[in-house]
């Protein structure tokens, strides 16, 4: 837990997609590195284009906790269960993409996180097709 974000392993850091790696790993679970090839993996539950609340549902009612990844483009997160009966997710998080005045800028997080698929949106600032949640696009649950 929040362990430096590496973009593409830079540093000797993890990224997203590195973190599910060596996570997997350790189980003998082998992954692709990068987040568009994990998220080809496994049985694929399409959740496109949904609103949150069912996205939300879906992971809960079709996801296994550690063993389901959320995927969006550029992205890739570990379903861990549910904390206050929400889904939360484990990923290394480089930021929030946000809004003031006008101007667009982002919330560095930088490192690996425990979320719900609400991340940043609390801040009034945050845009909120950025919402992670509304980026999903799919869960990948790898194995029974």
């Known amino acids: ?3 430096p974000y590496g973009w593409g392993g830079g ?3 993890r990224d997203c997609s590195a973190t599910t790696q060596d996570f997997f790993a350790v189980f003998g679970l082998w992954l692709p590195r990068n ?3 994990q998220a080809s993996q496994g049985i694929s539950v399409d959740v496109k284009g949904l609103p949150l609340i069912e996205k939300e549902k879906t992971v809960l009612s079709q996801g296994k906790p550690f063993l389901t990844l959320a ?3 550029g992205h890739i997160m570990l379903y861990i269960g549910t904390y206050h009966d929400k ?5 290394n998080l480089w930021g929030i993409r946000t ?3 006008e101007k667009e800028g982002r919330l560095i997080i930088g490192r690996t996180v425990i979320t719900s698929l609400e991340a940043g949106n ?4 945050i845009v909120e097709k ?3 949640g509304n980026r999903v696009t799919h869960f990948v649950v790898l194995s029974d």
């Open 1 to 3: 837990m929040h362990e």
């Open 122 to 125: 609390e801040l009034s600032s």
């Open 99 to 101: 809004l003031v005045e």
């Open 130 to 132: 950025s919402i992670i």
């Open 87 to 91: 889904p939360v997710f484990l990923h």
């Open 71 to 73: 995927a969006l483009p």
């Open 11 to 13: 540093n000797n850091r």
């Open 35 to 37: 987040s568009k090839a």
